[in-house]
Structure formats: structure tokens, C-alpha cells
């Protein structure tokens, strides 16, 4: 049984018995949303994400793009290999680094 987590997306096929999984578990999700392409997939249930935006250059008044790695956690019932955009949720602190977990594979 999954559970509804406040956001319009699909709830993942498989079921999981993780506490940390937002739709089987009990972690809630909030605040921000960030689309990345996931760069490192080796640890058991986290990943790297990483996230390009435009930075403006005051000085020439142009753009140049910046890149920005985030880690998030991985429910097993999601799967996810390297090369992929996913869409993250922001949570509460699960450890030193990660306070964002994976909702949905986009692509």
C-alpha cells in the first residue's frame, strides 16, 4: 500500500519495506524539488546527484553554467542506475550529507 505524499507523480510498482522510503515508509517530504542527472549510483541507498543552472557574470553581464552535486537516498522500490534524471524531494536530515530522497525516475 503506498501513501500519498502531497505531490502529483506516480508511486513507484514495487514495494519496500524501508523506513525512509516516502511512499512505504514513513518520511515525509518538503520544501524544494530538484531535477538532476545522477552521477554516482555505487553506494547501497544513495546517489549523486548532479545539477546544472545558469550563474550571471557581473562583470561581463553573461551567463556561464554552474554544476552542483547533491546526494540523495534511494528506496529500494526505485530503480535508478547512473545516467538517468530523477526528480528529488527535500526531507529532513537522514545523515551528515543527504537531506533530499529520490521521488520519481523522469528519464
Known amino acids: 500500500m503506498t501513501r500519498n505524499i502531497g505531490l502529483q507523480m506516480t508511486a513507484p510498482k514495487s514495494e519496500c519495506d524501508d ?3 516516502p511512499f ?18 555505487k553506494a547501497l541507498r544513495m546517489i549523486v546527484i548532479q545539477q546544472e543552472f545558469p550563474r ?5 553581464k553573461r551567463y556561464a ?8 537516498h534511494r528506496p529500494p522500490c526505485i530503480d535508478v542506475k547512473e545516467g538517468d534524471i530523477v526528480l528529488t ?17 523522469v528519464s
Open 19 to 21: 523506513k525512509l522510503c
Open 24 to 41: 512505504h515508509g514513513s518520511l515525509s517530504v518538503r520544501g524544494k524539488l530538484v531535477q538532476g542527472k545522477v552521477v554516482s549510483a
Open 56 to 60: 550571471i557574470v557581473t562583470k561581463y
Open 65 to 72: 553554467r554552474s554544476k552542483s552535486k547533491i546526494h540523495a
Open 89 to 105: 524531494a527535500e526531507c529532513r536530515p537522514i545523515s551528515k550529507s543527504v537531506s533530499f530522497v529520490v521521488v520519481e525516475v
